[in-house]
T-cell receptor, first 113, second 115 residues
Framework: GAGVSQSPSNKVTEKGKDVELRCDPI?????LYWYRQSLGQGLEFLIYFQGNSAPDKSGLPSDRFSAERTGGSVSTLTIQRTQQEDSAVYLC???????????FGQGTRLTVV | AQSVAQPEDQVNVAEGNPLTVKCTYS??????LFWYVQYPNRGLQFLLK????DNLVKGSYGFEAEFNKSQTSFHLKKPSALVSDSALYFC?????WGGGNKLTFGTGTQLKVEL
């Protein structure tokens, strides 16, 4: 497809379990972002990848959160030992180069029970 | 540090009336500014951007925004609102040269257009 693809679209997990969220950016896009959106809230920045540069991890809320981007394409956001407060929609976005608009996926709705 | 403020949680307007959704920013560089819209249970859609040049930019669905450097604002406007414009609107900023490339969003403004 031509857009940003995220999987799974929904994930229910038990408290304490690890989860992996996947993002396939638009082909050729060098920048990739992860955000978190709680119900009715704004977008909380998590992490930003730009080409081969070191990622900006300044938004990761704790050391339980990590992300990687393999081969400059697919990205995985991992949450270890999930907590109920991790429940949110996790949004991924990509952009073709720096300082231009980003295109968003549909998000992964994570529910921790 | 960069930040974006959307001072209104909700804006109500009658269909056919002009609408304005406010946004102010705080960055150290020459910013790149964006507006996005989010319809219920859908992802964010890009509306318009200011990069450089004319301070008035036009975007999708008849929306426009005016960049005002002295007031550090980038308000979203539309001359005649439609009920279908009802959605959650986000302003966003990239600081640009010297200030980094991170895309930061405001807290969002819920627009409600009523008949």
């Amino acid at each position: 497809g031509a857009g940003v693809s995220q999987s799974p679209s929904n994930k229910v997990t038990e408290k304490g379990k690890d989860v992996e969220l996947r993002c396939d950016p638009i082909s050729g896009h060098t920048a990739l972002y992860w955000y978190r959106q709680s119900l009715g809230q704004g977008l909380e920045f998590l992490i930003y990848f730009q080409g081969n540069s070191a990622p900006d991890k300044s938004g990761l809320p704790s050391d339980r959160f990590s992300a990687e981007r393999t081969g400059g394409s697919v990205s995985t956001l991992t949450i270890q030992r999930t907590q109920q407060e991790d429940s949110a929609v996790y949004l991924c976005a990509s952009s073709p180069f720096m300082n231009t608009e980003a295109f968003f996926g549909q998000g992964t709705r994570l529910t921790v029970v | 540090a960069q930040s974006v403020a959307q001072p209104e949680d909700q804006v109500n307007v009658a269909e056919g009336n002009p609408l304005t959704v406010k946004c102010t920013y705080s960055v150290s560089g020459n910013p790149y500014l964006f507006w996005y819209v989010q319809y219920p249970n859908r992802g964010l859609q890009f509306l318009l951007k200011y990069i450089t040049g004319d301070n008035l930019v036009k975007g999708s669905y008849g929306f426009e925004a005016e960049f005002n450097k002295s007031q550090t604002s980038f308000h979203l406007k539309k001359p005649s609102a439609l009920v279908s414009d009802s959605a959650l609107y986000f302003c966003a900023v990239i600081p640009g040269w010297g200030g980094g490339n991170k895309l930061t969003f405001g807290t969002g403004t819920q627009l409600k257009v009523e008949l």
